[in-house]
């Protein structure tokens, strides 16, 4: 096989919950046929990377270089992902591999000033594997007047669309986004607010632990309905979509402000509360904006938080939505692999020069090739 001929993809995620990259090799039929996932691998972040990324969400000394450098590291670090999905199919060459989707690490999102800056190093990259890199997924929207974000609706159209049926893909990373695969075609999306990084952050602060495993510790308090009610409280969750978010809101010290005036409620019960909040906010975009959808597929890390799911399906049915939960396993495919899918299928999409982006969901003026190509 020539690499002009093959349909192999390397897709590359990292997002805003900073716990590593998931990295995917996968087959994508050019023009139909179903996709074949050869291998899959996740490195993990060290405590020293989360922090000078962490560092970099605002504004302090020296950031050109701290931000140059990160991604530096970040390049490196992808490399090795790559070659661990490599040493997986040793029945494929590096050569065979039409192009890596790395999607880079989100350090500022600001669609309203015209910018999204996910740091990475494509060059360097594109230098250690060998390989095509399409990075930089983001900006053509933004410079279209979207968002830039979500990108994966249009990949969930492409896998999780049936027809005759309404489905929701609920994606809860470190912050969530919803996609509507409406029954007529017409797909709709949106970041829908928190996913994890909330109770990530607090379990961090109270029990020196990246997350809440399954949401055990979450299920062990009581929701406090006077925090929840503040946690909701805010601007964005309001605003009508196009809607994108990040960490450059959904911040330590915005979860610190709305505790304030809550400094009673005790430390397992914020995490319950935080735990509903998440659901809230899900719910209420499912109930807002596809009330009638026949089922709810979960996917990104908030899959496993068993909580989270449970408050999901309760909050939906207090709102008398009938949609089914579940994870995308119900259809095949893992949790942890769809964001990175739809990073191999963003290249894809860019090797081909076709449009990724949805304009219905970011707010561009209109459909556009995302990335930019850094040959191997
Ligand atoms: N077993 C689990 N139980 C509870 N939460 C989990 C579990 N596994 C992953 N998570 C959550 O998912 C997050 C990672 O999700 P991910 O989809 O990788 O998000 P992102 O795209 O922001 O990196 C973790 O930070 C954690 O909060
Ligand atoms: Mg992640």
Not at 86 to 100: E, F, K, N, W
Not at 118 to 128: H, I, S, V
Request: proline share 5%; aromatic share 6%.
């Amino acid at each position: 096989m020539h690499n002009s001929i093959s349909s192999l993809y390397i897709g590359l995620m990292s997002g805003t919950s900073l716990d590593g990259v998931d990295g995917v090799l996968v087959e994508l039929p050019d023009v139909a046929g179903a996709m074949r996932l050869l291998a899959t691998a996740y490195q993990p972040f060290s405590p020293s990377f989360r922090q000078d990324a962490m560092a970099l969400q605002q504004a302090g000394a020296n950031e050109i270089e701290r931000e140059a450098l990160l991604a530096n590291t970040l390049a490196e670090h992808y490399a090795v992902c790559v070659n661990e999905l490599l040493r997986q199919a040793p029945q494929v060459q590096r050569q065979q591999v039409r192009a890596i989707g790395a999607h880079g690490q989100t350090i500022r999102h600001r669609p309203e000033l015209g910018f999204t800056r996910q740091t990475n190093n494509p060059a360097l990259l594109a230098e250690l594997c060998g390989i095509d890199v399409i990075a930089d997924l983001r900006s053509r929207d933004v410079a279209a007047g979207g968002q830039g974000a979500p990108l994966v609706p249009a990949f969930h159209r492409a896998v999780f669309g049936a027809e005759g049926e309404t489905r929701v893909v609920l994606n809860i990373g470190g912050i969530s986004n919803i996609s509507i695969l409406h029954a007529d075609g017409n797909t709709s999306g949106f970041d829908t607010g928190p996913g994890n990084v909330l109770m990530d952050a607090w379990i961090a602060q109270h029990q020196g632990k990246s997350y809440d495993e399954n949401g055990s510790w979450a299920a062990l308090g009581q929701i406090d309905t006077g925090l929840l009610a503040s946690l909701c409280d805010e601007e964005f969750l309001r605003q009508l979509p196009p809607k994108s978010t990040g960490r450059d809101l959904f911040r330590p010290d915005w979860l610190m402000q709305k505790l304030a005036n809550f400094s009673s409620v005790a430390a397992v019960d914020v995490q319950a509360t935080l735990c509903a909040f998440t659901a809230v906010t899900l719910a209420d975009a499912i109930y807002q904006h596809a009330p009638a959808a026949n089922a709810v597929y979960v996917c990104g890390g908030g899959a496993y938080n068993a909580r989270l799911m449970q408050e999901i399906a309760r909050q939906l049915q207090q709102r008398g939505c009938l949609a089914s939960v579940a994870s995308t396993q119900a259809l095949g495919v893992s949790p942890n692999h769809v964001e990175a899918l739809a990073f191999a299928w963003l290249a894809q999409r860019f090797t081909l020069r076709l449009p990724g982006n949805l304009p219905e969901v970011t707010g561009a003026k209109g459909l556009r090739i995302l990335g930019a190509l850094y040959p191997a």
